[in-house]
């Protein structure tokens, strides 16, 4: 059995790591405040400019735009994987990475060779020595801005347009409530009308465009692009907050119950000691007698 004072260290310990997690805790629902008004007004906006491309894409030829084209002759594919740069939130990380991991088993005999970009650190010492990582993007995933969302689809743009992939893909944590969060696997290049109209129940109608349609398409699609992208950064940052918060309270709870447990035992030690020492004063003072 531990002595008293190996109790009491084991106490202090728990007490300063509840209230570490604690703190992380209370971090965490502040950030995730912050997040959720940022994905609440986004999700607006994504909903109309989804509506908004279903109906025109819908309507148009897809030679009208480049990254509507198919390029089934281009057995490559990449995989954009949105993780946290930070752990200690649960299996937030892991969900992503097991659904890029799940996807890749399932396909690699379709494809000549099979690449991942990475947002966020975890994904990266993840997918560094599993698979081939064409580009980490260092610090983007703390700080969604839409800026960054352009850079990263400027980036995935010219990787289709120099045909270097023929499909491109994106997994992230999409976020519905603090205690849960979905792993999403999705085809965000080439975007494909027929797929679009179909998952959002659009109907195909015939429109008269001013200016052109190309001209149109120019502008919309890669902005949808960059959206999609964007909103992929909010959903995951939301996420990872929330996940964040309840490993840091279910972590709190757990030190609580821990330091009651070891509270007891230390009692009970030092219970057990008393009466040692009792029984060792009443048999010397019992032998003198």
């Known amino acids: 059995m531990p002595s008293i004072k190996e109790y009491n260290i084991k106490l202090r310990s728990l007490k300063n790591t509840q209230k570490i997690t604690k703190t992380m805790k209370m971090v965490s629902v502040s950030k995730l405040r912050k997040a959720q008004e940022a994905q609440a007004k986004a999700k607006q906006y994504a909903q109309t400019i989804t509506e908004l491309i279903t109906r025109i894409v819908g309507s148009v030829d897809d030679s009208l735009h480049p990254l509507l084209q198919s390029k089934e002759h281009l057995k490559k594919a990449l995989i954009l994987v949105y993780t946290s740069d930070k752990g200690l939130c649960g299996g937030f990380n892991n969900n992503a990475h097991q659904e890029a991991l799940l996807w890749i088993n399932q396909n690699r005999t379709r494809y000549s060779a099979i690449e991942v970009s990475c947002v966020g650190r975890r994904s990266y010492m993840f997918f560094q020595q599993r698979e081939k990582v064409r580009k980490y993007y260092k610090d983007f995933s703390g700080d969604p801005q839409f800026d960054r969302a352009m ?14 992939y023929g499909e491109i893909f994106i997994v992230y944590n999409q976020f519905f409530s603090p205690l849960s969060q979905k792993a999403v696997f999705q085809k965000i290049i080439p975007a494909e009308p027929e797929e679009i109209v179909k998952k959002n129940g659009g109907m195909v109608r015939d429109y008269l465009f001013e200016p052109s349609a190309k001209e149109l398409l ?3 699609i890669p902005h949808f692009l960059y959206f999609k992208i964007y909103f992929a950064f909010l959903e995951n940052w ?7 918060m309840t490993a840091m309270d279910n972590a709190t709870k ?4 821990l330091i009651d447990r070891y509270t007891l035992l230390r009692n009970r030690a030092r219970q057990s000691q008393i009466t040692t020492e009792l029984t060792e004063i009443i048999s ?3 032998a003198i007698q």
């Open 151 to 164: 850079a990263i689809g400027e980036d995935l743009t010219e990787y289709f347009l120099n045909n270097e």
């Open 218 to 220: 120019n502008f919309l």
């Open 238 to 244: 939301a996420g990872e907050h929330g996940a964040r």
């Open 254 to 257: 757990n030190a609580s119950d």
């Open 284 to 286: 010397g003072a019992e």
